[in-house]
């Protein structure tokens, strides 16, 4: 199913969207936050860890108390600490932030940072696939996150496996080309049985659109055009995809 586009929060320059409140019983949530030149917000990180990664322009993420100013460019980010407090601000026409969290609404808007600031890199782990690669941006905190982000690249006309998770729904939102996403059957309890792939969904996803997969849902993804996607889902262990 396409991701939802709840919005949480808007005013003019800033707009932050929940794409994950309609997967049911959900246990992890990824919010989009899109901000223009000009305008600067400020949050603190409430009860959880959380990860940000910049997929559209340039961020400037700051904290004033203890003089810090990073620039987040293209595909980098931060995991957050609980308690973090920070300021984004566009350091482009318009920038957009994902935010990936255990938390329903892992933000809370405030009107100056605090003098708490506790941040680490995301994992540079690179995984080859036949199909293309996945970089694990949450292998460092694996002890602690229990949520999983990735970076899919998928290169044309290849596929990943029909496949489905037993206890885990799954969040793809694309940034860069196109992939035609198949779905919309559970998997059948005998793994023996003969799927008709005819009677299974099809659509196409392009940048800034995605969909999620609920829980024992078959699904494919092929690569209409060489894609990159950032993947969430709840992390139990690690289940690379074929």
């Known amino acids: 199913m396409d991701v939802a586009r709840n919005i949480i929060h808007e005013k003019p320059g800033l707009l932050i969207t929940d794409l994950t409140n309609n997967i049911i019983d959900r246990k992890f949530s990824l919010h989009l936050i899109k901000l223009s030149s000009g305008n600067k917000q400020s949050f603190l990180m409430k009860n959880s860890l959380s990860s940000i990664i910049t997929i559209e322009g340039e961020f400037e993420i700051s904290n004033s108390a203890n003089n810090i100013k990073q620039k987040l460019k293209l595909e980098e980010g931060l995991h957050l600490n609980e308690g973090t407090s920070f300021s984004i601000s566009a350091s482009t026409s318009e920038a957009q932030m994902l935010v990936a969290s255990t938390n329903i609404f892992p933000l809370e808007l405030c009107d100056n940072t605090l003098d708490t600031y506790n941040t680490e890199k995301l994992s540079t782990y690179h995984v080859d696939k036949p199909w293309g ?45 196109e992939a035609n996403v198949i779905y919309g059957l559970e998997a059948p309890k005998d793994r023996t049985s003969v799927i008709t792939l005819d009677k299974l969904k099809e659509k196409i996803y392009h940048p800034f659109e995605g969909w999620s997969n609920k829980v024992n849902e078959l699904h494919r993804v092929i690569a209409k055009k060489t894609y990159k996607a950032i993947d969430c ?10």
Do not use: C, F
């Open 133 to 177: 690669w996945e970089k694990w941006y949450t292998k460092n905190i694996e002890e602690r996150g229990e949520y999983a982000l990735k970076m899919i690249y998928m290169n044309e006309g290849n596929q990943s496996s029909l496949q489905s998770h037993k206890e885990k729904s799954e969040t793809n939102y694309v940034i860069y080309g």
């Open 233 to 242: 889902l709840l992390y139990t262990s690690p289940s690379p995809r074929d």
